[in-house]
């Protein structure tokens, strides 16, 4: 997803997704971006399409994809800001040194990742209803896998999870040097996230970044009071 307003515009916002996840996750944002950005919105390869799809794509394909989109911004812009989500909060601090990125506003960054069997129990419960009643159906739309039920296909999955599994203890050893130093970064965790652990708060907090709670949320989804804070601190870190 691209917006290009003007030629002459020089800053530009980048979207970065979580594992599994959609460029719907920054829906609250894109209304609100201010005159005098462009932005990019990447889809990672796998997602938005099939089970299968997200199986056969790898962890170093959405590296190359981040990668390159960040050469092609940094030609046509001056400042790149970088908003992501989960797995794309890893990506963005892996790279944040970049000349060219001027910015960071990271949600859910999972340094630490929650191991517990009811996510994915119930992201089942989400898959069965969708199946069901496909016209009414409350699956998550911030989710960038069509639902399944044939359960057995996600076990193409697991070589993507040990390949998120090891970018969360690399990110977590790169973190001691403050990638952020120097750089406009806003860190928001979830205090419900049933995938994050509280631990990476507190390792965040120790290395000297400042984060902010949002009581009221998960992973993927804001309450509406913690949604208009969210909003509230774009505006401030565009500015």
């Not at 390159?68 to 790279?95: P, W």
């Not at 076990?155 to 993507?160: A, G, S, Y």
Request: charged share 25%; proline share 3%.
């Amino acid at each position: 997803m691209n917006m290009a307003k003007d030629n002459s515009i020089k800053k530009v916002i980048l979207f970065i997704h979580g594992f599994a996840g959609h460029p719907n996750q920054f829906k609250l944002f894109y209304p609100e971006i201010p005159d005098g950005y462009d932005y990019r919105a990447l889809l990672l390869a796998g997602h938005g399409g099939s089970v299968d799809d997200f199986g056969r794509a790898t962890m170093k394909e959405w590296q190359d994809q981040v990668d390159e989109s960040l050469r092609e911004l940094s030609e046509k812009y001056d400042e790149i800001y970088v908003v992501a989500h989960s797995m794309g909060t890893l990506f963005a601090l892996q790279r944040a040194q970049s000349h060219s990125v001027k910015a960071l506003f990271l949600l859910a960054v999972p340094l630490y990742i929650r191991v517990s069997l009811l996510p994915f129990l119930g992201k089942l419960r989400m898959i069965i209803r969708a199946s069901r009643d496909s016209v009414h159906s409350t699956y998550d739309p911030c989710s960038g896998v069509e639902a399944d039920v044939r359960f057995w296909k996600y076990v193409k999955w697991i070589p993507n999870y040990v390949s998120l599994s090891k970018e969360s203890r690399k990110t977590r050893t790169l973190v001691e040097s403050k990638p952020w130093s120097g750089k406009r970064c806003v860190v928001f965790q979830s205090a419900h996230d049933e995938l994050v652990s509280s631990k990476t708060g507190k390792l965040l907090i120790s290395c000297g970044c400042n984060i902010d709670i949002l009581e009221n949320s998960s992973h993927h989804q804001y309450s509406q009071a913690d949604g208009e804070k969210l909003v509230q601190a774009f505006h401030a870190w565009l500015k």
